[in-house]
T-cell receptor
Framework: DQQVKQNSPSLSVQEGRISILNCDYTNSMFDYFLWYKKYPAEGPTFLISISSIKDKNEDGRFTVFLNKSAKHLSLHIVPSQPGDSAVYFCAASGSGGSYIPTFGRGTSLIVHP | GAGVSQSPRYKVAKRGQDVALRCDPISGHVSLFWYQQALGQGPEFLTYFQNEAQLDKSGLPSDRFFAERPEGSVSTLKIQRTQQEDSAVYLC?????????????FGPGTRLLVL
C-alpha cells in the first residue's frame, strides 16, 4: 500500500505559467516532507522541504504548501522554465519513527518553450 | 567538491550471476543509504549505514542482497544469484549525519538489467 501518492504521472505546462505538482500521504506519523527533482541519468537532487509545523515554505520560484488535515502537499513553480522539465518526487518521513524518507512514484513535468 | 559516485553505471547480468555495485559517498558523510528504483516507481529504501555500522536493513528484499561499508566510507551492495525482478536502478545517497532534516545527496545510480 503506497503511503505517498503522486497521482499524476505527467504534467505539461507552458513556459512562464505556473506548474502545480500534487502529493498525498496516508501515514499520520509523517511530519517532514521533501521534494526532489530528477533529470534523466542523474540521481534525485533535493529541491525544497517543509516541516509539519508550517503550512508554506518558499525558495525562489518554488513554494511548497502543506495541508495536514487533508494529508496533502503541493509544489508550485512560478514562473515555469524549460530547465524545470524533470521528474519530481515527493517524499515524507517521520520523527516519530523512521527518518528514512518514503518516496512517491514521481510526476514528469514538461515545460514547453 | 565531488558528489556521490557509483560504479558501474550500467550492468547487464545473466540470471543466476552475482553482481557487486559500488558507492563512493561524499567525503566525511557519516550516513549512507541504498535505494532500489524499479521502472516507473520512486526510490525504495533498502538499507542504511552510520559509519561502518549497518543500522537498518529492513528494506532488503531477500537474503540474496547484502551490503557492507567496512571502513565507513565506500559501500558495496552485492546481489547473489540475480533474478529478473532485481532489474532496477540502484541509488546510493549520503548525508553528513543522520537526522530528520538532513539532506541526502544521491549518486547517479547503477542501472542493473538481469536477462
Amino acid at each position: 500500500d503506497q503511503q505517498v501518492k503522486q497521482n499524476s504521472p505527467s504534467l505539461s505546462v507552458q513556459e512562464g505559467r505556473i506548474s502545480i505538482l500534487n502529493c498525498d500521504y496516508t501515514n499520520s506519523m509523517f511530519d517532514y516532507f521533501l521534494w526532489y527533482k530528477k533529470y534523466p541519468a542523474e540521481g534525485p537532487t533535493f529541491l525544497i522541504s517543509i516541516s509539519s509545523i508550517k503550512d508554506k515554505n518558499e525558495d525562489g520560484r518554488f513554494t511548497v504548501f502543506l495541508n495536514k488535515s487533508a494529508k496533502h502537499l503541493s509544489l508550485h513553480i512560478v514562473p515555469s522554465q524549460p530547465g524545470d522539465s524533470a521528474v519530481y518526487f515527493c517524499a515524507a518521513s517521520g520523527s516519530g519513527g523512521s527518518y528514512i524518507p518514503t518516496f512517491g512514484r514521481g510526476t514528469s513535468l514538461i515545460v514547453h518553450p | 567538491g565531488a558528489g556521490v559516485s557509483q560504479s558501474p553505471r550500467y550492468k547487464v547480468a545473466k540470471r543466476g550471476q552475482d553482481v557487486a555495485l559500488r558507492c563512493d559517498p561524499i567525503s566525511g558523510h557519516v550516513s549512507l543509504f541504498w535505494y532500489q528504483q524499479a521502472l516507473g516507481q520512486g526510490p525504495e529504501f533498502l538499507t542504511y549505514f552510520q559509519n561502518e555500522a549497518q543500522l537498518d536493513k529492513s528494506g532488503l528484499p531477500s537474503d540474496r542482497f547484502f551490503a557492507e561499508r567496512p571502513e565507513g566510507s565506500v559501500s558495496t551492495l552485492k546481489i547473489q544469484r540475480t533474478q529478473q525482478e532485481d532489474s532496477a536502478v540502484y541509488l546510493c545517497a549520503s548525508s553528513l549525519v543522520f537526522g530528520l532534516r538532513e539532506t541526502q545527496y544521491f549518486g547517479p545510480g547503477t542501472r542493473l538489467l538481469v536477462l
